[in-house]
């Protein structure tokens, strides 16, 4: 009998992907649920696709649309909810054990805790989950006998470095987080950059927002965050090289100078397909890797005097409060204005130092705080970029 899976943020990049390797093996999986945030016609679609018992949209206001479409498209009998708590609700529903958690931003908090607490397969590409929810979310995932599996493909790499090694080995590691660089590597300033400039990625085809985190290196500091709680590694060993090849997904340095790296082509469906095979290693179907194809990979130290906001994230990590859950808000908030073109892409670093300097809390102890935390740093932030003033 094949496996249900439910897919939440089905309609992004990770959900789509997910959707392509689970129906290359209809006799291993079928899609019991699916989740996607405001965009009707791209859920549509998906149902269609995989025609699965349960649908959600996030976005309450649209749930009589989203109905009246799947009846159109002669999906009928899907049974359709809507809203945040529809989403969490699907992340703990007794009817499937793996949850692959897409959900983009802190919305995909809720839903981690969510399938955690219900002991699911949490298979997890919602780096903000464990960025704000930190060592609450991994006692929750161990006292609730869930299995938790990174699909972000540094951190699936940093995974399948460390399988096998024992505890000694891995407490005289050090993590090698890898990243492209983005868009914007070799530059001497950050100024005058466009919207367009920042969304072209030179590998990725990703949303909006991870775009442009990318180019700022968010993205990345927020990967070393998740890395942290993730495998249990202080920030100390955890190292940042920019390899803009994209081809090592990162690597672990073992104590005795031995370094294992995870090689492969820019396909999501590779972590994917390997976390919902593990521990047995299931084909994604990716384009095969030529290293004679390839030449030459090349790794550099990252700049942090023009890509301010990795080395903000290593400083709001080592203070162990609720600064990586300010650090994530404000970037959301500013990220959402330089996107509306009311900000410059320079001043999202300056927005986020500004609500880090401005508020410090302890770590929240439970969903709600964190959850409180982060609308006060939202509302605050908004507030903050309404009476600033940048050149756009």
Not at 84 to 92: F, G, P
Not at 142 to 158: K, T, W, Y
Not at 273 to 283: I, V
Request: aromatic share 6%; glycine share 8%.
């Amino acid at each position: 009998m094949s496996q249900p899976v439910t897919i939440l943020g089905a309609t992004g990049s990770i959900g789509l992907s997910t959707l392509d390797v689970v129906g290359r093996y209809p006799d291993r999986f079928h899609v019991h649920a699916v989740a996607g945030g405001s965009r009707i016609a791209e859920l549509v679609d998906v149902c269609r696709r995989a025609h699965p018992k349960k649908a959600v949209i996030a976005d309450e206001s649209k749930y009589a649309e989203l109905k009246t479409a799947l009846v159109e498209a002669g999906l009928g009998d899907i049974d359709v909810h809507a809203g945040q708590a529809a989403v969490a609700a699907l992340a703990e529903d007794p009817d499937t054990q793996t949850v692959v958690q897409a959900v983009v931003g802190a919305a995909g908090v809720a839903p981690t805790f969510a399938a955690a607490r219900a002991g699911k397969r949490l298979l997890l590409a919602n780096k903000e989950s464990v960025v704000c929810g930190g060592g609450l979310l991994m006692r929750t995932v161990r006292d609730c006998g869930a299995e938790l599996l990174p699909v972000d493909s540094e951190h699936n790499a940093i995974f399948q470095c460390l399988s096998g090694a024992s505890p000694k080995s891995r407490a005289g590691a050090r993590i090698l987080l890898t990243a492209s660089g983005g868009p914007f590597r070799g530059r001497k300033d950050l100024k005058g950059i466009t919207v367009e400039q920042a969304l072209a990625h030179p590998r990725w085809n990703m949303g909006r927002k991870i775009s442009i985190d990318s180019a700022t290196l968010m993205n990345k500091g927020l990967e070393v965050i998740e890395a942290r709680w993730l495998f249990d590694f202080e920030p100390s060993r955890i190292q940042v090289v920019v390899h803009p090849e994209s081809i090592v997904h990162s690597a672990v340095e073992f104590e005795d100078g031995a370094v294992i790296a995870q090689l492969g082509s820019a396909d999501m469906r590779t972590p994917i397909a390997y976390s919902l095979g593990w521990p047995e290693r299931l084909d994604g179907h990716a384009r095969r890797l030529s290293l004679t194809e390839i030449g030459r990979l090349t790794f550099e130290e990252p700049d942090t005097n023009i890509f301010p906001l990795l080395r903000i994230a290593y400083e709001a990590l080592e203070k162990g409060d609720g600064s990586t859950i300010v650090l994530n808000a404000a970037n959301e908030i500013a990220v959402e204005a330089f996107l509306a073109r009311r900000i410059p892409f320079d001043a999202i670093s300056k927005v986020i130092q500004d609500m880090l300097a401005r508020i410090s809390e302890p770590f929240p102890q439970s969903v709600e705080e964190i959850l409180a935390l982060d609308a006060r740093v939202r509302e605050e932030t908004r507030r903050r970029l309404e009476n600033a003033s940048f050149e756009v």
